[in-house]
């Protein structure tokens, strides 16, 4: 009895001493990582808030900064004329269609039965918003199918200039005709030409500035990739239901570049130049996108998703690796995406 | 015992429960004179410690009672003529009430038994009445978990007592800590009140049970189904009263606890007891501590977080020959740390490091006041404190630096709670018995996402009536008016209050013979919006997500029958059999819908509809040295989630089962608990659906107590646990769909457990 006490006293002290001296374990140092030879990477400072985009070149490593989101509609400049939006600027910035109406028949009744539409950045010209609104006629001459477009800005602040309406008059030698005003009026208030800049993918129109704004700051053979916010369909899980969701991500400059995403079970570290010659590859403006990182809600933090690379094959036949390493600077501030690449020899 | 006694109390009548060596419970043979001073001895029937007690003299048919408080020695005196009525009312719920008729004069005084409430067979509830009643003469069904058996679970935290009912589905969530289910139905829609005080804190709609150590629970006491009509919002569901402790009178004792398991938690409690005279207080305080358990050493972030929890309170009691006040406080704080994955940029690794502070802050008073021999009225008045911090530190992993992350990243959540809770009623000792009561109760809501200080007021007034139409037939009509400053009609007399709805309900409860009970009700309650649902912002660039502050509350219609078989063959052996059938139908039930995908405009809106319908069937048997409890619940469940009236349905099912093994000579028992969790399925408002797969738990707890015989500790008592959870060694399960953003990443598996674990617990009684 004697002894069964002892042995309860003393297993008594031990379990209050345990419980006394427990305390949350300071995190061990992680050791410096090794970067590979011939590895380069780089961080992209789009900003905490998305403020800036930028426009890189492997060839040269070097890129180019300027901001996002001064711009609302761009025209085309190459052979085949077409249209995009900045969706990206916010959730509602969007486009709708109203096929053979004049412009004088549209206005505010017509919200109501608005289709919205945002581009989907695959490269092809029937996925965005404005579709193909040009119709052949002689080289370098389009006509415009005869059609009215509510662009929604999307920004209550702007009053009554939220919506604008707009018809495109034609394409002309590389001159792009447009008139548009505000939806509730009946008339349009400008007619505007936008000449196209045989140096750049696209020229880009303000409709705050009434004018036409820089955005592509290179010249297009000198970017291969940007940086940006943009705007497109995404699937919600389990229904497959597309909602329209503001992104940032990677767009390819896709007269440059070709894309081919790989994952498991080939791995960043092993992939070769036989692997990756053997791969399909994809000029869709988005290939890249913005899915290569991932947010937690519960923590409300991006993590970079685990062994997602990518191949990239440019207009020299030079392939690369290419792999997404953080999404914050060393200070924690999200919106600076870093990025590691390797020349396949 | 003698027959005709076992019959009495088994018959539940409430007949006096008196034993002085004769036949009748009733009447006594007495030999004294009118006028002159005579006593009663009292004793318990388990030969424990006398409860405080409180007793009255009356003459038969007089309005007005003497009220004495009985002294530790059980000895009374009295002077007085005959006949007398004297009832006893014990102030440990563990004790039933005694009311017996003297007719005559007794020289040598008269012996009066208290009886023990036997808790297997017939607990006593305090919840939704007035004064304690035995479970078997309520109106509703009522669950208790006692003390004894929370303690055979070796149960840390109030959600790993409730995880071994059947009827209630516990869910865990690796940051928001614990949820829960009731008959279908979501933690939102279940009230949690800690003695009668209803919580504050949810998230996502569910209060953190894991925040509430057992240390200081006596006991906790399940209500299915609506009690609305008494406990206003959120009791849709149903409701869980968590009963603290309470000073015993004539009572001084310390408890020293310590847990320790190989899921990393120590802890570590203590609490303590004194009385003297009409005063008595006790005081308690702990720390659990837990490491956490990474189940993937490869990364960095832990999936069970570690956690650090403080607590502490106090209560002072004081039972006076009329009333009883308890003046009760307690300060909870939990600290858990969260790290996300390293993330190695080439050049160096860098991680987040989030810590969520949790800091719960309560007051309350309690007051039972006797008004007269018939009347009693009750007086409760809380302040709650809550308040969750985040803070989240960008880490560099190599250099150990850290800094605090933007504004955006930080966030902290206020909520404060006054309410006031008035009862006046009769005792339930009549034909008639009728209760009047008000509630007043005022919330504040400020965090991040919630700009400005919203309130939401409520006063309520109640009313119930409780008819014997029979000794057979019991019928209890009851309902509820409320003024707020939210929902419902604006008054004629301002246009800040608006009447809401009223809320009625029936209950009704036939004992069909000595051992059977059939009872049936129907029941309105409601879910007033909470304050995040009226008033949630967040717009950014990604997110618009509003509240809506025109929302109305859930409405409940609830139907419920409870056919209850309580046998108690002698004092040794019992069984039990209940089968609870039930059926819920939910209009306007609270969603965040997405109401325009162009502007992804998220908005709280009154849309769904939710019928849960159910059975749950229990069967328990007890013998001297073994017991056995084993239940199911059958939950089936549709949700109309907008106009179109199309339904989607799914089952669920869960079991349990206990069994108590005793070898008294050892002074030790084995205790086996044992959970089936059937597949569990649901779907988004967005109609994606998600399942979780079945899974079983299995707990194996052996408790050996030793008297300590020490020269200075003789008489304190020494019980050690030990066993295994989790023995099955279940860590995750399958799932699908456990998705709710396009920006969610998926996760196939979900953590159920730490997995098998070995503990260890030492209570010391001094």
Known sequence: MKHRFSSSIVLLVLSFSLVFTACEKEEPLYPQPQVPAGLQTQEFAMGENYENQIWFHFGSQSGSTNPFGLWDIAFACSNNPHLMINGGKNQAFSLAQFPGKKFNEVGMSDLTSATWNSDILNGNHDSLAFGQPFLYESPGHFGTKPAVYILDRGEDSLGAERYLKIELTGYRAGVYSFRWGPLNEAQARYATYMRTNEEKNYVYYSFAEHNDVQNEPLRKEAWDIVFTTYKEPVPEPGTGILYPYVLRGVLINSARLEVCELGSPNSFETVDLDIAKKQTYSRKWNEIGYDWKAFDQATNQYTIVPNKFFLIRDESGNYFKLKFVSYYNDQGLKGFPKMAWELLQ | ?766
């Open chain 2, 1 to 766: 015992m003698p027959a005709i006694w076992r019959i009495a109390f088994l018959l539940g009548l409430g007949i006096p429960s008196l034993v002085a060596g004769q036949s009748s419970p009733v009447r006594f043979a007495a030999a004294l004179d009118t006028g002159e001073v005579f006593h009663l001895q009292l004793e318990t029937s388990n030969g424990g410690n006398l409860p405080a007690c409180k007793i009255a003299l009356r003459k038969p048919g007089a309005p007005q009672s003497i009220w004495k408080d009985i002294d530790s020695s059980g000895l009374v005196h009295f002077q007085g003529s005959f006949p007398l009525t004297v009832e006893i009312i014990p102030e440990d719920p563990g004790f039933r009430p005694t009311t017996l008729t003297l007719i005559q004069p007794k020289p040598e005084g008269y012996k009066v038994l208290i009886l023990a409430n036997d808790e297997r067979i017939d607990p006593v509830s305090i919840t939704g009445s007035l004064n304690p009643t035995a479970i078997s003469k309520a109106p509703y069904s009522i669950e208790v978990i006692s003390r004894k058996r929370i303690e055979s679970m070796a149960a840390q935290s109030v959600d790993a007592v409730l995880q071994n009912q059947s009827n209630i589905r516990v869910s865990q969530d690796a940051i928001l800590g614990s949820g829960l289910q009731l008959q279908g139905m979501g933690g939102a829609d279940v009230k949690v009140l800690i003695d009668g005080v209803p919580m504050v804190g949810r998230l996502n709609g569910n209060i953190d049970l894991s925040q509430i150590p057992t240390n200081q629970v006596e006991r906790i006491e399940i209500i299915e189904g609506p009690m609305s009509v008494i406990y206003g919002s959120d009791a849709i569901g149903g409701l869980i009263n968590i009963i603290s402790k309470r000073p015993q009178q004539q009572q001084k004792n310390l408890n020293l606890h310590s847990y320790i398991d190989g899921a990393g938690w120590r802890n570590l409690d203590a609490n303590a007891q004194w009385s003297r005279g009409p005063w008595g207080a006790s005081a308690f305080a702990g720390r659990h501590f837990s490491y956490g358990v990474d189940l993937d050493p490869s990364t960095r972030m832990m999936d069970w977080r570690p956690k650090t929890k403080f607590f502490a309170g106090g209560q002072l009691q004081h039972r006076g020959n009329r009333s009883e006040h308890q003046f009760k406080t307690q300060f909870f704080h939990e600290k858990l740390t969260d790290r996300s994955n390293a993330e190695s940029n080439l050049s160096t690794v860098n991680g987040y490091t989030n810590y969520f502070y949790t800091q719960r802050l309560d007051f309350s008073q309690n007051s039972l006041i006797h008004l007269n021999s018939r009347n009693d009225f009750q007086w409760q008045n809380s302040l709650n404190f809550y308040q969750r911090d985040k803070v989240s530190f960008w880490r560099n992993l190599v250099s150990g630096e850290q800094k605090l992350t933007g504004a955006n990243e930080q966030d902290t959540t206020y909520n404060q709670q006054f309410n006031s809770r008035g009862i006046w009623g009769s005792r339930q000792q009549r034909a008639l018995n009728w209760m009047l009561g008000y509630e007043a109760n005022g919330e504040t809501l400020q965090s991040l996402r919630v700009k400005g200080l919203r309130p939401l007021i409520s006063i309520s007034a109640f009313a119930s009536l409780e008819w014997r139409i029979a000794p057979w037939w019991q019928l209890r009509p009851a309902a509820r008016w409320s003024l707020n400053n939210q929902f419902g009609e604006l008054t004629s007399f301002s246009d800040q209050w608006r009447w809401a709805p009223c809320v009625p309900s029936i209950q009704s409860k036939w004992q069909l013979s000595e051992h059977l009970t059939l009872r049936a009700s129907a029941a309105r309650a409601f879910r007033a919006p909470s304050l995040k649902e009226l008033y949630f912002l967040f717009v950014d660039i990604n997110h618009n997500i509003h509240g809506n502050a025109q929302l109305q509350p859930e409405w409940s219609n609830n139907y419920t029958g409870t056919l209850e078989y309580r046998h108690s063959l002698n004092a040794d052996h019992g069984a039990i059999f209940k089968a609870n059938a039930f059926a819920n139908f939910v209009e306007n039930r609270i969603e965040l819908a997405l109401l325009d995908a162009r502007y992804n405009y998220y908005q709280y809106i009154n849309i769904g509809k939710l019928e849960t319908r159910g059975i749950t069937p229990q069967l328990e048997y007890f013998a001297p040295r073994w017991n056995s409890r084993i239940s199911s619940t059958w939950v089936r469940s549709w949700v109309q989630i907008d106009s179109s009236g199309q339904k989607q349905g799914w089952n669920s099912l869960q079991a349990v089962w206990n069994a108590e093994y005793k070898f008294p000579k050892q002074s030790s028992s084995v205790n086996v608990y044992a959970r089936f969790s059937g597949k569990q399925q649901g779907f988004y408002t967005t109609g994606s659906t998600y399942s979780i797969d079945p899974f079983t738990l299995l707990d194996v707890i052996w408790a050996k107590t030793v008297p300590l015989t020490w020269s200075r500790l003789t008489g304190s008592i020494l019980q050690w646990q030990a066993g295994c959870n989790n023995a099955l060694g279940i860590q995750r399960i399958g799932s699908a769909g456990l998705l709710s953003t396009p920006h969610s990443a998926a996760s196939q598996n979900l953590n159920i457990s730490p997995g098998r674990t070995l503990f260890m617990a030492i209570k010391v009684t001094l």
